[in-house]
Every structure is written in C-alpha cells, then in structure tokens.
C-alpha cells in the first residue's frame, strides 16, 4: 500500500526511536505506568526504516508488532532507556525521543509482593531526563523530542526545544479530541529552535510519522 512506499531520504543514516510509556517497579508484581500505547513511536521507526534508515527501536513495552526491517532493543524503566540509549548514541546520526518516560519512580523497590493493608505510602524521586542528557552531550547528532501538553502548547514547547537542545520538538495538545494518547490519529506542531513553527493538521499517525521523516531528513 501507500504507506509503505520506500525511499532512501535517510540511506546510511542510524536512527533510534524511542516508545511507548516507561514501567516504574513498585514490587516484583506492579508498577506505575502511563497511557502511552507506542503507536506513535512505532509509526515513526516503520518510517524512519521505508527511508532507507537503519532503525533501532528502543520500546517501553506495548501490545504492537515491530515493523518490518526495525531492530527492536525491549526495555522497561527509564532508567534503562537511557542506558540503551547512551549506549549507542555516538554511533547514531538522529534520535527520535517519542517515549513517555515516567517523571518518576519510586525511591526504593520493594523486592518481595507488598501484602494489602489499610493506607500505603510511596516515595517517588525524579528520574533522569534521558533528552536532556542528550542535548548535553550532542556532537554531531540531530535531536528530536515529543511534548504532549493540556495548555500553552507552543511556549512550553519552545521552551523545550532550548532547554533540551533539540533539533525539532513535536509538540501536541492532548486535551484535543483525536491527538495524542491510544487513538489513531494525531495532530501535531513542529517547533524549532529558531522559533519557528510549523503546524500540521489532523492526520493518521502513519502520516505524522512520514512528515517527521521527511523533516529530519531535511534537517
Ligand atoms: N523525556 C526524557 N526523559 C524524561 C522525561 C521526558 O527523555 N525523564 C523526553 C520525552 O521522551 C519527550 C521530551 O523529553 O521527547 C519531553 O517530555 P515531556 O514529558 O513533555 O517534558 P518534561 O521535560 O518531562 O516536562 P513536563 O513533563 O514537566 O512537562
Ligand atoms: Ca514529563
């Protein structure tokens, strides 16, 4: 079908996709998680790979299968995203971050099932902020982020893209109707960080993926 038209906009490029929503243990049975069902990061890396790219995966785990000729890195918490991602960053050419990565987890695991009782209290601490680290240390790499926002979508955004510093922030307002979390569609806003910004309207996430495609390869 269209969608999977092949190009070779990003040939010889190694670009990483970050997915779906991180898992913070709480015992060796329950974590906390988020909403996040990947498609979006999913879409991307089936993209990224029909351009030519070789394309590693790095996911969260979600109910979706991995698209065709994507190298698939399994992980569950934030923190080790960021070391499957640290890992391989020097040898990459892009980084796509569109994982929901858990603000936080919790402080300390409890390593067997906690038994049921009448209140419970769990201390959570900040996670590390994989992007950021990335923006920190970037050489020659391009860096996009994703930002799902329920107000003030572009400054936030804007303030991400310097914050981070980010290539390209894909911004969305997930307050909307059809964007964002669990649903098919999305509609996004491309910032750079220029303050320039681009909005697109509501499209398939199939199609999302390809302009986001078609921007790092600008880019
Ligand atoms: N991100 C990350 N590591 C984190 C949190 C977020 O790499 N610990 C990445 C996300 O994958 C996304 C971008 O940073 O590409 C923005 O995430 P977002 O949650 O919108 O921003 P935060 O910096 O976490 O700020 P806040 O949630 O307070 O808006
Ligand atoms: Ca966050």
């Known amino acids: 079908s269209?969608?999977?038209m092949k190009t070779d906009l990003l040939a010889n490029k190694t670009v990483i996709v970050t997915a779906g929503g991180t898992?913070?243990?709480i015992d060796p049975v329950r974590f906390i998680g988020n909403r996040s069902s990947?498609?979006?990061?999913y879409a991307i890396a089936e993209q990224a790979a029909l351009a030519g790219a070789r394309t590693i995966l790095i996911s969260a785990p979600t109910n979706l299968p991995v698209p065709f000729g994507v190298e698939l890195?399994?992980?569950e918490s934030a923190r080790a995203m960021e070391e499957a991602v640290n890992s391989r960053y020097e040898a990459c050419d892009a980084v796509i971050m569109a994982a929901a990565v858990a603000d936080?987890?919790?402080e300390n695991m409890a390593d067997t099932k906690i038994k049921k009782m009448d209140t419970l209290e769990l201390k959570l601490v900040k996670n590390p902020d994989i992007l950021k680290g990335l923006g920190a240390n970037k050489t020659h790499q391009k860096l996009i982020g994703f930002a799902a926002e329920t107000q003030n979508v572009i400054e936030y955004?804007?303030?991400k893209v310097l914050n981070k510093n980010l290539d390209m922030?894909?911004?969305n307002d997930v307050s909307k109707q059809n964007a964002g979390f669990n649903v098919d569609t999305?509609?996004?806003t491309l910032i750079y960080p220029g303050g320039q910004v681009r909005p697109l309207p509501l499209m398939t996430k199939i199609d999302v993926a390809k302009r986001i495609i078609s921007a790092l390869a600008e880019l």
């Open 38 to 41: 990947g498609k979006m990061g």
């Open 23 to 25: 898992q913070e243990a």
């Open 2 to 4: 269209f969608h999977m």
């Open 104 to 106: 936080f987890r919790v």
């Open 73 to 75: 890195v399994s992980v």
């Open 169 to 171: 922030l894909v911004a």
């Open 186 to 188: 999305n509609e996004v």
């Open 157 to 159: 955004g804007k303030s």
